[in-house]
């Protein structure tokens, strides 16, 4: 079974390689390798990934619709799981394109390209943010999310509806996931846990918005990826249990750990695992910032038998491990 993975050299896309890989399957990677962050970061983990011999790779951009078109024309996909995408909350309020052309052109590319080749299941990360507006704690799949409150939320809600139609028209089996603030060991460095690990390192203030008030359901890297690969393995079927209607072979899940963890705390495990004190800069909250999040995980646990359980304290520490010996290169 070949299983074509976007995004292949960002931060989910090479943690889930790097288990299938380890899994014995065969992986095809793409990735555009946008300088958003880093590059170098994405080259080392692409690097890692090139050493397995059952993996392949291709630098596209999959809002190039000849590039695109010329993939699925060669390459036989099993399975797709597309991770790929324009990222960051924020960003979006700066580069709004940016997001139109990989998050809502790009995803049309897939979803054509998987109708083309009829493959047995199609997965797409959707996002947490979908809920926007939403008060009501826990987050459930059934809840109403027609509330986005950014540009980059309201990509995700379109490639969930998207997906869907695909599904109705086509019998495209399509799994949704709603990642919940995915952290660990290869974090991306826009994200609070990177930031707050250099900040606290270089003895600089670290920026805590909306004076630490917030709460998040934090995710540990390889929770989320058992998740998926579980769910691999469980396309959905029209009407079959937990599909979203009973006409199309569609389905979301909440990718999450289920428990609130209080900003502070989380930074306060930081620092513990650092053995360094951070220096706060309180300020006021950000545009388009939510307060809080909390995945309700029921569904998850029912379909695959598994419940995301890692306690922040290992998450972290394992994170802090990789950090410090990151210029060393960590193995797959």
């Not at 052309?101 to 790009?106: E, H, I, P, T």
């Not at 997965?123 to 027609?146: H, M, Q, T």
Request: aromatic share 10%; proline share 5%; with cysteine.
């Amino acid at each position: 079974m070949t299983i074509l993975v976007t995004g292949a050299a960002g931060f989910i896309g090479y943690s889930l390689a790097a288990r299938l890989l380890r899994d014995g399957e065969s992986v095809f990677g793409i990735d555009n390798l946008c300088p958003y962050y880093d590059v170098a970061l994405k080259q080392t983990r692409l690097a890692l990934l090139q050493q397995c011999s059952g993996f392949r790779f291709q630098h596209i951009d999959i809002a190039d619709r000849a590039a695109m078109e010329a993939l699925f024309a060669g390459e036989p996909f099993d399975t797709i799981v597309h991770l790929a995408a324009q990222v960051g909350v924020r960003y979006s309020l700066e580069q709004p394109l940016t997001y139109v052309d990989s998050n809502l052109v790009g995803f049309a590319h897939i979803l054509e390209g998987a109708r083309a080749q009829r493959v047995r299941h199609l997965l797409f990360a959707s996002s947490s943010s979908v809920y926007g507006a939403n008060r009501k704690l826990p987050f459930s799949e059934i809840d109403n999310v027609d509330h986005p409150i950014t540009l980059y939320a309201a990509t995700k809600k379109s490639n969930e509806l998207t997906a869907h139609s695909y599904a109705h028209l086509f019998g495209l089996p399509c799994t949704g996931l709603r990642f919940f603030t995915v952290y660990g060991p290869w974090v991306r460095p826009d994200m609070a846990l990177f930031k707050f690990a250099r900040a606290i390192m270089a003895g600089e203030k670290v920026p805590v918005f909306n004076a630490g008030r917030m709460v998040r359901d934090f995710t540990y890297i390889d929770d989320a990826v058992e998740a998926v690969v579980r769910l691999i393995e469980r396309p959905p079927a029209a009407g079959g249990p937990l599909a979203e209607s009973t006409e199309a072979p569609y389905r979301v899940f909440n990718i999450g750990n289920g428990r609130p963890i209080e900003l502070l705390d989380y930074l306060g495990t930081l620092e513990r695992c650092l053995g360094r004190k951070a220096r706060l800069e309180l300020l006021p909250m950000q545009l388009g910032d939510i307060r809080a999040t909390l995945a309700d995980i029921s569904r998850l646990e029912h379909a695959i038998g598994y419940r995301p359980a890692t306690a922040i304290e290992h998450g972290i520490s394992k994170f802090v491990d990789w950090y410090t010996a990151y210029h060393g290169v960590a193995q797959l």
